[in-house]
T-cell receptor, first 110, second 112 residues
Framework: GQQLNQSPQSMFIQEGEDVSMNCTSS?????WLWYKQEPGEGPVLLIA?????ELTSNGRLTAQFGITRKDSFLNISASIPSDVGIYFC??????????FGGGTRLMVKP | ETGVTQTPRHLVMGMTNKKSLKCEQH?????MYWYKQSAKKPLELMFV???????ENNSVPSRFSPECPNSSHLFLHLHTLQPEDSALYLC???????????FGPGTRLTVL
């Protein structure tokens, strides 16, 4: 199936730095989601975005639903070691299956 | 705790074994999904059930057999698997078909 283009594929940053990752698509979606997956676990929903232009925060995480409805970004401020994991974007339209990005592997150096 | 549980968390089986994976959701959702996640590959949707009826089979080999006895439980029966079937198998559920999905912790399967 169609896959979202997620970048970067991996990031190795210093604790305390801010992180930014994004997803783009050639198709329009009505819902964008961001998940985090830690080793040996399933993806956990972090933020859900339902409206174009919407900016939503969850603690140190902020995500935006692009105005064109073809992209989304996730920012993490002041990273800490427990932010380590793989971050997935996903998107869908009502009644349709989720389409996933390839994931961004985040590594944080204490 | 996401409300979706999976058992076992880890499974090692030989190619001739028969085993089953179990998923249970406590969220009152009507749709349930099986995904396969292999190393360095995107999530692969395998099966979709909505109100206990299978709505999607993504060209999955017949050695994987799903079962959905009710909206809260989903099984994946495994038989005569191959080593390349080793992966993390994830279950997810959503309120309705295509709604936001909530994932279980997965079963790490190793086929020897």
């Amino acid at each position: 199936g169609q896959q979202l283009n997620q970048s970067p594929q991996s990031m190795f940053i210093q604790e305390g730095e801010d992180v930014s990752m994004n997803c783009t698509s050639s198709s329009i979606f009505n819902t964008w989601l961001w998940y985090k997956q830690e080793p040996g676990e399933g993806p956990v929903l972090l933020i859900a975005l339902y409206k174009a232009g919407e900016l939503t925060s969850n603690g140190r995480l902020t995500a935006q639903f692009g105005i064109t409805r073809k992209d989304s970004f996730l920012n993490i401020s002041a990273s800490i070691p427990s932010d380590v994991g793989i971050y997935f974007c996903a998107a869908h339209n009502a009644g349709n299956m989720l389409t996933f990005g390839g994931g961004t592997r985040l590594m944080v150096k204490p | 705790e996401t409300g979706v549980t999976q058992t076992p968390r880890h499974l090692v089986m030989g190619m001739t074994n028969k085993k089953s994976l179990k998923c249970e959701q406590h969220l009152g959702h009507n749709a349930m999904y099986w995904y396969k996640q292999s190393a360095k590959k995107p999530l692969e949707l395998m099966f979709v059930y909505n109100f206990k009826e299978q709505t999607e089979n993504n060209s999955v080999p017949s050695r994987f057999s799903p079962e959905c006895p009710n909206s809260s439980h989903l099984f994946l029966h495994l038989h005569t698997l191959q080593p390349e079937d080793s992966a993390l198998y994830l279950c997810a559920s959503s309120q309705g078909l295509g709604d936001t999905q909530y994932f279980g912790p997965g079963t790490r399967l190793t086929v020897l």
